[in-house]
């Protein structure tokens, strides 16, 4: 049994056309896949930008507030007071308790 050229021809088109449909499907599937991985590192990259930048400026803060202490004896002897309870000679210090 022959088969005509016609309908040779139009079963290779036909499955010409279903392979070209499932390598599409294929690579879309691909495509999405990736696509979401992206989006996902997108998301994280965005979270640890804005962590970076509150390190940042964390520490530029307490560059500065080191800095202060440092230089600042004014500055050095009230935190001192506040923090650590220090007085001068003859104070007396009164401490209230919170309710």
């Known amino acids: 049994m022959r088969l005509s050229p016609k309908f040779m021809h139009q079963f290779l088109t036909g499955f010409l056309a279903v392979g070209l449909v499932a390598v599409v499907a294929v690579f879309s599937l691909l495509l999405l896949r990736t696509w979401r991985e992206y989006s996902v590192h997108q998301t994280r990259e965005t979270a640890l930008q804005q962590s970076l930048e509150r390190a940042q ?17 004014t500055f050095f002897e009230r935190v001192a007071r506040e ?12 401490r209230f308790e919170d309710e």
């Open 57 to 73: 400026a964390e520490s530029a803060y307490k560059k500065a507030y080191l800095n202060k202490l440092l230089t600042d004896s």
């Open 83 to 94: 923090r650590l309870g220090y007085s001068r000679e003859n104070e007396i210090i009164i």
